[in-house]
């Protein structure tokens, strides 16, 4: 036996082709079109699976009690961030277009000194999606508030990040990035 065929034969040579199989079959499974690690929710994520969303919370974000109708309540310097689930869902619109314009003049009817900065509607196989960026008046201020509404079958979960006049351009981004990564997930 040669020098290479004993080294394959004593344990280190097994664990060695073990981990070449299953590289070989992790490439296979992803060809296959298998859940994989990115399939995993990021590092630091927050996944409630009741409500089928997932959010990254920026660190420096400090959780807080959550009143009466929030599921999830934080907050930073300058800045307040709550998620919300409302009874209503895409199974009753047939018009997302139309939603979204309802859910508009809904958060106009109840904004003080309402002003839309950016709505920016989304379809996707795991549900539609409502950016609303706007500029209210609140008893601190104005505030800029980053809100996504992610639209499912029978109910929506509903993202609001409130950025008072005190936030600096840290808080933005984070709050900006936190938008971005609230996300259903199946």
């Given at each position: 036996m040669t020098a290479a065929r004993r080294r394959l034969a004593g344990p280190a040579g097994r664990a060695a082709l073990a981990a070449l199989?299953?590289?070989?079959g992790?490439?296979?499974g992803q060809a296959r079109g298998d859940r994989t690690r990115q399939d995993d929710p990021p590092?630091?994520?927050l996944r409630d699976r009741t409500h089928r969303y997932q959010i990254v919370i920026a660190g420096g974000w400090r959780p807080l009690t959550a009143p009466q109708g929030t599921l999830v309540a934080y907050a930073s310097d300058g800045a307040h961030l709550a998620i919300t689930r409302?009874?209503?869902?895409?199974?009753?619109?047939?018009d997302l277009e139309a939603l979204a314009a309802q859910v508009e003049r809904g958060v106009e009817?109840?904004?003080r000194r309402f002003r839309r900065v950016r709505r920016k509607l989304s379809d996707s196989p795991r549900g539609a999606t409502l950016d609303l960026v706007y500029q209210r008046t609140s008893p601190d201020g104005p505030e800029l508030v980053l809100s996504r509404y992610l639209f499912f079958s029978r109910h929506t979960v509903v993202l609001s990040i409130g950025l008072g006049a005190s936030a600096g351009r840290a808080e933005r981004r984070a709050a900006e990035a936190m938008?971005?990564?609230f996300a259903p997930f199946e």
């Open positions: 199989v299953a590289l070989a992790l490439g296979a590092r630091g994520a409302v009874a209503a869902g895409t199974r009753v619109a047939r009817r109840v904004t938008v971005k990564s």
